[in-house]
């Protein structure tokens, strides 16, 4: 089975600020990862999947297969950033998976 | 205007009664998704669809029923509607599913559903 373990639910910083969002992962073969974004108000949408290896918003995310994780970072957070983030994983059944979500908040 | 739509936006039911909410997309996306969104459960796949015709159960198909005739819509019903269905529900659809490169989910704006 796959699934996805945001570990915070809550996770509240400052700008300019560093910021981690944790996942965990757990699958037995080669997992697709991604992080999706939900501001107020507004879609969820795609930020960015592992494969494309790109920065979207500043944000960058690296698999680390050792240790089964994708977190999601920014070295400067800002104030827009304030989101819901969750955190994907699809496997060979293709079906998306998502984590539980850890919403962000960056003060002023 | 192209895109994902969801409706109703806001839905107040009674416990046993049969609801249906509805997805439009326009893009011709093969596939086409339903998710339930908890505190505490983050999205959760009720069902999904690879084409007109074309359904699968996800994680939490329970109470649940879903056709596709036509691809451009997937509506979603609950048969008898109960409280554990409170919930946001959202639609979503893809040119592929996750994992074949062109997976990505593009989501309708959410169905608010409280069943007292």
């Known amino acids: 089975a796959q699934r996805v373990t945001q570990p915070e639910k809550l996770l509240s910083v400052f700008k300019g600020a560093p910021v981690e969002l944790k996942c965990n992962y757990s699958y037995s073969g080669s997992p697709e990862l991604f992080w999706y974004v939900q501001y107020s108000r507004q879609r969820l949408q795609l930020l960015l999947r592992?494969?494309s290896r790109e920065s979207i918003k500043g944000f960058t995310a690296d698999l680390n297969k050792g240790e089964t994780s994708f977190h999601l970072k920014k070295p400067f957070a800002q104030e827009e950033d304030s989101a819901m983030y969750y955190c994907a994983l699809t496997g060979s059944n293709y079906k998306l998976t998502f984590g539980k979500g850890t919403l962000l908040t960056v003060n002023p | 205007d192209a895109g994902i739509t969801q409706s109703p936006r806001y839905k107040i039911t009674e416990t046993g009664r049969q609801v249906t909410l509805m997805c439009h997309q326009t893009w011709s996306h093969s596939y086409m998704f339903w998710y339930r969104q908890d505190l505490g459960h983050g999205l959760r796949l009720i069902y999904y669809?690879?084409?007109?015709?074309?359904?699968d159960k996800g994680e939490v198909p329970d109470g649940y029923v879903v056709s596709r005739s036509k691809t451009e819509n997937f509506p979603l019903t609950l048969e008898s509607a109960t409280r554990s269905q409170t919930s946001v529900y959202f639609c979503?659809?893809?040119?592929?599913?996750?994992?074949?490169?062109?997976?990505?989910?593009?989501f309708g704006e959410g169905s608010r559903l409280t069943v007292l």
């Open positions: 979503a659809s893809s040119e592929g599913l996750a994992g074949a490169g062109t997976g990505e989910l593009f």
């Open positions: 669809s690879a084409a007109a015709d074309i359904t």
């Open positions: 592992h494969i």
